[in-house]
């Protein structure tokens, strides 16, 4: 540690020079291109895909290239117009020669000094016939199909590459597989490789693989083909599929086109893992102060550069972030970069921002995919997102989602996307799932979030994972999706700023109204505090992200004017009739035969409101009910409850089921429902569901928010143990009472709030939205 820290020290120290000139000199850049910079605009043609050029830069790959130019010449033979071209980097084993000797047919381009990848790349697209150049490294085996996926993908003018689908040896990680992604993040670029079976056919990549995709060669030419600024090796492939996105073109994957490489097999044996790392490190430095254009981004790139520099002497380097090492040979780079930087702006069309965005499967449909002009299909294409499980139903928004979906896939082309814990979660949505055009899963991992020093919900954070962001890109550009439904304000992150599909958000409760309800029962300073702290985090982030949408989604009546409220403009969006309801059909009431002195009370106990509840009904009010009538009986019914032994000591008076498949028997066999919720907003599904099944209820006024504004009309109403208690005693000592007051609340089901009716009225806003938004873009 003492030894590291002394090594770094001058580095450390000359780091604020280094990134202070590096921003400095590009800033300027910046500013002689807006004064004297002129843009070139692209030239798009499409290229003749009837054969292809493979272009092999090599150095001293003899071995390699014996074990896997057979595979190459083979497939190549399928045309006479094919070509194959080694570009030798002035090789002391002999490899011109061999090729000479073993493979005439071959081109050998021999350079006399050693021009590295990139170098020799560009020279084989210089003497390449045909208009589309396939890049192979030369330890890459090829399938003998491989070259037909390829040029079928460039099947329209702004396609610049095409990828294939990389294999390693089974017993080697796989660490490629040529369906690239990139993002911004931490003020620095991140890329990965995606392993993803469910893609199966031209997709988009955020760069093709440097040794192993297809090329338009005048559009490769055209951007100047691979930069000489990150010599000696890596990132060259990475930046020019950030110039071929910022210039308007498209790079896609074709998982068809299958490769094999041995993964570094000629730079992994050349060179050391440390100077290969320090290598890559500086470039990816490189690759942002030459293509990162917009100020505030590149600011905060500098920023974190240079702190994160400095957390390399204590903490040592990382892939994560850049070493001092890595930030000084960069500094050395900078009148290179500068140069770079003003091509790279002259070529630009597009924003940094729009780059990031194209390769995403989402916009990549959105930005080229969707013609606003076209008719609209009779069934609009429907993505449907939710953050829990929806089957079974272990809570109450995941009845509301079901019954959504199975009249949805009647009238809709429904895909879903659901978010599960445990992969045995999945199983269930079987019956669910055929009944939709498809359905993926994301098992979320179980992880604590802590978000005490963040601006975003608590709620929020814990469900943004890169994972299930990529999966809805993805689901969105392979069912051709028009519209996605976000449920709960949790997803509403994975919104995006298109232009052409409509996106829809359903409050299952307004998250600063449940915890506006939430802030008069909590005792003690630090959780008061932090309460507040989380409402003026959710009021910010729930006031910004409602107005992004083209439409949003609540319960009830109730609920949209608690928003409207706080911005009134949000009302132009706003519908309280589309999603809240049950499929009445699917519950048979029952208003004789049941069990006298029965209590019935279900909730998930995963939801903390529930839990409260339940807490204070059997702590106020049952010890109440129980001095009127000793026969009264509670059921608990719900997944997680609460241990027995924290519950009152009421003797057989409790029954504590836990979760049961069946709730309908348990609504038709009991004389009362019980609500005792004291917090949280939205309709709650279990009172609903009572009402349909002719069980007479009891609630709170939060509890029946929604569905009942008068006491005694459709179920009793009362908000204090003594009042609670009472209705209770009321309607068991009154049973004809009770039976007229729960055929009117079965009545209100069955005319307001019955679910096939509002899911097709949910339809009908899909499609009148689509239509204005698609007129207007």
């Not at 120290?13 to 590009?26: D, N, Y």
């Not at 890596?234 to 074709?254: N, P």
């Not at 609540?554 to 009302?571: D, G, M, T």
């Amino acid at each position: 540690m003492l030894l590291r820290f002394l090594t770094a020290l001058p580095l450390a120290l000359l780091s604020p020079v280094f990134a202070a000139t590096a921003w400095t000199a590009l800033t300027l850049t910046d500013l002689a291109f807006l004064l004297l910079g002129r843009r070139r605009p692209p030239a798009d043609r499409a290229p003749r895909t009837h054969a292809a050029s493979v272009v092999i830069p090599n150095w001293n790959g003899r071995d390699l290239l014996e074990k896997y130019i057979p595979s190459v010449v083979t497939a190549m033979a399928g045309h006479p117009d094919n070509e194959i071209i080694v570009v030798d980097n002035a090789s002391t084993d002999g490899s011109a020669a061999f090729l000479a000797e073993r493979f005439p047919q071959v081109r050998v381009i021999a350079l006399r000094r050693n021009l590295g990848f990139g170098g020799g790349s560009n020279t084989g697209f210089h003497h390449a016939k045909n208009d589309i150049v396939v890049l192979l490294n030369s330890d890459m085996e090829v399938q003998p199909d491989f070259l037909a996926p390829l040029l079928a993908g460039f099947n329209h003018p702004s396609v610049f590459a095409v990828s294939c689908q990389i294999f390693f040896d089974p017993s080697k990680p796989r660490q490629e597989t040529g369906l690239t992604q990139g993002w911004w993040e931490n003020g620095g670029l991140r890329v990965t490789h995606r392993d993803d079976p469910h893609v199966t056919r031209a997709f988009p990549c955020f760069y093709p693989g440097g040794g192993s995709g297809a090329y338009d060669r005048a559009k490769f030419l055209e951007i100047g083909g691979f930069d000489h600024l990150y010599h000696p090796f890596y990132v060259e492939d990475t930046d020019l599929g950030m110039q071929a996105w910022k210039r308007g073109w498209r790079c896609l994957y074709e998982p068809r086109s299958h490769v094999w490489h041995q993964h570094r097999g000629t730079i992994g044996r050349k060179f050391s893992k440390t100077y290969i790392d320090s290598i890559v490190q500086k470039n990816f430095l490189l690759f942002c102060w030459k293509n990162i254009h917009e100020p505030t981004r590149f600011a905060a790139h500098i920023f974190f550069m240079w702190a994160g520099a400095l957390l390399s002497v204590p903490f040592g380097d990382s892939m994560e972030r850049p070493g001092l090492l890595a930030l000084a040979r960069a500094f050395l780079q900078v009148p290179g970069v500068m140069r770079a930087r003003w091509r790279a702006r002259a070529l630009a069309t597009v924003s940094d921002t729009e780059a990031f965005r194209r390769p995403m499967g989402g916009y990549f449909r959105d930005r080229f995919l969707i013609d606003p002009t076209a008719a609209l299909p009779a069934k609009p294409r429907v993505l449907f997102l939710s953050p829990y499980l929806i089957a079974p139903p272990h809570h109450g928004g995941a009845v509301f989602m079901l019954q959504t979906c199975q009249t949805l896939a009647k009238l809709a082309d429904l895909s879903l996307v659901v978010m599960v814990d445990k992969p045995e979660e999945i199983e269930p949505h079987a019956a669910l799932a055929a009944q939709c055009t498809s359905a993926a899963y994301y098992v979320r991992p179980q992880q604590t979030v802590h978000t005490f020093g963040t601006l975003e919900p608590h709620s929020v954070h814990e469900f943004r994972q890169r994972d299930a962001e990529w999966i809805t890109h993805r689901e969105t550009l392979l069912h051709d999706i028009d519209a996605i439904q976000y449920d709960y304000l949790q997803l509403a992150q994975y919104r995006g700023e298109y232009r052409h599909i409509a996106q829809f958000l359903f409050e299952h409760d307004v998250y600063i109204q449940s915890v506006s309800t939430i802030l008069p029962q909590i005792r003690g300073l630090y959780p008061r505090l932090a309460a507040r702290y989380e409402y003026l985090r959710s009021l910010r982030y729930e006031l910004r992200t409602l107005p992004l949408f083209d439409g949003v989604q609540y319960c009830s009546r109730l609920n949209a004017e608690f928003v409207y409220e706080h911005a009134p403009a949000l009302e132009a969006t706003g519908r309280d009739d589309l999603r809240a309801g049950i499929t009445a059909a699917q519950y048979t009431p029952a208003f004789d035969g049941r069990k006298p002195n029965t209590l019935l009370f279900i909730g998930s106990f995963r939801h903390m409101p529930n839990v409260d509840a339940l807490y204070w009904l059997v702590n106020q009010c049952m010890p109440r009910i129980l001095a009127a009538e000793p026969r009264a009986r509670l059921t608990v019914i719900g997944s997680d409850p609460p241990p027995r032994y924290s519950l009152p000591d009421l003797g057989d008076a409790i029954d504590l089921r836990g979760y049961a498949d069946d709730i309908l028997t348990p609504l038709a066999g009991h004389a009362i429902f019980v609500c005792p919720i004291l917090s949280g907003s939205g309709i709650r599904v279990k009172l609903m569901e009572s009402f349909a099944c002719g069980i007479p209820v009891v609630s709170t006024r939060i509890g029946a928010e929604g569905l009942a504004f008068a006491d005694g009309d459709t179920c009793r109403l009362a908000d204090t143990p003594e009042a609670f208690a009472q209705a209770v005693i009321d309607l068991l000592a009154d049973p004809a009472a009770a039976e007229a007051m729960a055929r009117r609340a079965r009545r209100e089901i069955e005319t307001n709030w019955d679910m096939p009716t509002r899911t097709a009225r949910l339809v009908d806003h899909y499609q009148e939205t689509l239509r204005r938004k698609r007129a207007s873009s």
